[in-house]
DNA sequence: ATTGAGTGTCGAAGCGCTTCGACAACCTAT
DNA sequence: ATAGGTTGTCGAAGCGCTTCGACACTCAAT
């Protein structure tokens, strides 16, 4: 292993000056500059991770605690963690990969240890229990969701009571009065992950002021659990000609029972979709859907973090704008509804 | 922060005791153990993991390359990944998250500065550039996938060639003569990424011994893509009855365009899938299929590279034997055909 | 000529830990 | 009683880097 002082002494300079050298934290002549860089390339100098976060007590770490559950959303996960890594690499960070398993005690362990310098949190629930530890600790944070509070805390996220509205809003113009909303599964709503009742409310807020009626049904993946999740939308609202599904494994099924009781979209019903791109193009009907910005989050979040880290910027709160793109599963609803 | 040395100073002893109570590298009485513990937790003490590395040159960190690509399997990826994080965390290690952009650069980087003890790389390719690297270097790592040279390196894969035989078998079996595998998108083969080129080459020997007659096709996920793919295989073999489906965003689009062409799974179609199992129980008709290991191989890949680092352990390759589930996607070839 | 402010470089201390050799203290076998 | 082996603890060195203060030098302004 190539170590800075065997750098210095072929470059014939002191430590110190191959130090400023690779930081330029002081100026350096040029010809000086140039001989030790030629030095550190001819002798395939990396400098040593360990003893670099022991004297400067920085690690250029970032963690990322992603979600143990592979129950929902696995695409955008992964998506996030690649634009994070990603980011994260162009302001000279890497990326520590926790899952939610060990819960607060990760955070502990990592900001006790000096393993990272700040930490990303994803799938973060309304009354997150790693969050009081958070918020003691002076390492720099970015939650990638909403808590019930967040006081002293950075978060990034779409903003899904706006997305819940802007949906309901295309169907009313397009004359749609009875919207039913097909949300994830049960068990994200009572684990309190924010953004699904988020959505909910912003969207039956803004029903109420264009005068919409909706019903809405949480819903497990797959055929079986949308058969009977759409049989009892339509016993209780006949008239439904507008939906909104916040569940990527239930857009299709949705889509095949449609298609197999003979109501064609969008003729007969409109689907529009809150799932990412690339589900929406490849469903059997290119949907209507608002994307979810799985890149720009997990850039967002870095970028927060490396600004803070640099003594710049502060907690706030990003909501990302949502964005309705129109595709082919939603027209105007059919004259005699 | 809290130190070692305070640590020692509370609990009276010297800091070299600490450091044996934590490694259990040196026998120590119970009494000073306890003392020892008892002030470690009355503190909080956490030990630097940059002092750490430094002093012992082990990071505890192991390094996981990941696809930049979100092209394909991506929930097999993410599976892999939390595998691999769980798994560590077991063995006492965290998991650095590498994106494959960087190359081989990643590899010398991560070698270089002793960030990390050991890298799983996944998505190997036949002929990876990161290979030469990682033969000549002495830190251990394990490759999931198979490149074309496997010498000096050690491998965890599924047995596609087996898979593919496994899929062909159960399907003439069931007196199915004509047999059409849609396969990954043309750029999965373009790259050489070894996996569907082995699944293809087992599948057509062992059709060959069993006298049956093999139709391959590559195909873009989605409904597009799958219209014309099928067309075409239709179009050259009318009489096929039996399906190999290896493209987990194929799976769908396929089965929906059977049901639209009057097709029935499984009464005069059958299809097997190569594919996780979440996949296979959420489709329309739950599928016969050969499922993934993610899991099981993430699992194996830490393991192997613990083992190594403790010394134990060799280079070699570990190919999971595949597994075939029945479903309702296969039945007995329709008499007719 | 003399001061003062920059500029470029160096030496040394120290970050918090591991680990080696040394050394008491004790026990057992002679 | 004494040598020899164990067991438990300590002190000190050192891992490879950053960073601070010091110092020599140059150059403009007086």
Do not use: W
């Not at 919207?179 to 684990?191: F, L």
């Not at 095949?256 to 979209?265: K, M, P, T």
């Amino acid at each position: 292993m190539v170590t800075l002082a065997e750098v210095a002494q072929h470059a014939g300079v002191s430590a110190s000056t191959v130090s400023y050298v690779l930081s330029g934290k002081r100026s350096i002549s040029t010809t000086t500059r140039q001989r030790v860089e030629q030095s550190i390339r001819e002798l395939g100098y990396h400098p040593n991770a360990g003893a670099r976060a022991l004297a400067s007590s920085r690690s250029n770490i970032i963690a990322l605690m992603i979600p143990l559950r592979t129950d929902m959303y696995v695409p955008v996960m992964m998506e996030i963690a690649i634009a994070v890594a990603t980011t994260a690499r162009i302001h000279g960070y890497d990326v520590l990969l926790l899952t939610g398993e060990e819960g607060p005690d990760a955070v502990r362990r990592v900001t006790g240890s000096g393993l990272a310098d700040a930490m990303i949190l994803m799938d973060v629930e309304l009354e997150d229990e790693r969050l009081p530890l958070l918020r003691q600790t002076d390492q720099p944070s970015v939650l990638i969701g909403l808590p019930a509070s967040t006081s002293g805390l950075t978060c990034v996220d779409l903003d899904f009571g706006a997305t819940g509205a802007l949906c309901v809003e295309h169907l009313a113009k397009l004359g749609h009065r009875d919207i039913a909303v097909i949300g994830e599964a049960p068990a994200v709503y009572e684990r309190h992950t924010g953004f699904a009742e988020r959505t909910l409310d912003g969207l039956r807020s803004r029903a109420r002021e264009l005068g919409l009626r909706v019903l809405h049904r949480p819903c497990e993946g797959g055929y079986d659990a949308m058969t009977a999740t759409l049989a009892r939308i339509f016993d209780e609202r006949p008239g439904t000609t507008g939906f909104v599904v916040q569940n990527e494994s239930a857009v299709e099924p949705l889509l095949a029972l449609l298609r197999q009781q003979g109501r064609a979209v969008p003729e007969d019903v409109s689907v529009v979709a809150i799932c990412p791109d690339q589900v929406a193009v490849q469903a059997s009907v290119r949907l209507t859907s608002v994307a979810i910005p799985a890149q720009e989050m997990g850039r967002h979040a870095v970028e927060h973090l490396v600004a803070k880290l640099d003594g710049r910027g502060s907690d706030e709160v990003v909501l990302i704008a949502p964005e309705l793109t129109v595709r082919a599963s939603t027209g105007p609803a059919p004259a005699g509804s």
